[in-house]
């Protein structure tokens, strides 16, 4: 009985394992390449209460659902600098990511078909590289990306004073955020996710 019961608990730590990798580095977060349907985790948890609000309470900026999202400006590849501010009156999908995570990288073939269905529909797939954690810097996250013909748009936190990451506590990867129009975090998620789950936390910012 403890032998299946130790099999069992092995099995659950794996599943969340491999849900996402850590934020701290590169060395041991290649092994994930499949998106499992049950490996997205939604991240509405306890201190999610700091992003509550009273109807006639002013909405504070912060991370959670409800709050509006903090505003970042960063480089796209063509050296642009946007501004998720200036994205208001579209749908994000704001995603963090980087070239070494398994579980992002099995992840990003789905956010490339939705990017094609929606492109030109009032909803942006925003990718922010976390760039600090990449040994080839820049250059090879633009290589990673030529390889596998991603077009969607992708930013890169470079700057170790100003992390958008840190901004928005990403400890673990992919994390995405489901941004509104008005600017208002509607979910927040870490680990894979597959086209069709993508497009459900899509509408769900469409509503």
């Not at 969340?16 to 985790?41: D, M, P, W």
Request: with cysteine.
């Amino acid at each position: 009985m403890k032998k299946i019961f130790s099999l069992i608990l092995v099995l659950l730590l794996s599943v969340v394992l491999f849900s996402a990798c850590s934020n701290e580095g590169n060395e041991e977060n290649k092994e994930s390449n499949a998106v499992e349907e049950n490996t997205q985790v939604n991240l509405e948890t306890e201190e999610n209460n700091e992003g509550e609000k009273a109807e006639d309470e002013e909405i504070k900026e912060g991370i959670f659902p409800g709050n509006i999202a903090y505003d970042f400006t960063l480089l796209d590849k063509e050296g642009n600098e946007i501004s998720l501010s200036s994205l208001r009156e579209k749908v994000v999908f704001l995603n963090f990511w980087a070239s070494w995570c398994g579980p992002c990288q099995a992840e990003m073939p789905h956010m490339q078909k939705v990017y094609e269905e929606y492109k030109d529909k009032d909803v942006v797939i925003l990718a922010v590289n976390l760039t600090l954690s990449e040994r080839g810097g820049i250059e090879g996250v633009n290589s990673f990306l030529e390889e596998n013909k991603y077009t969607f748009p992708v930013l890169y936190d470079s700057d170790e004073d100003q992390s958008v990451g840190e901004k928005y506590r990403v400890s673990s990867i992919p994390t995405t955020y489901i941004i509104n129009k008005e600017g208002i975090i509607v979910n927040r998620l870490a680990g894979a996710m597959n086209e069709e789950m993508i497009k459900e936390q899509i509408e769900l910012g469409m509503e």
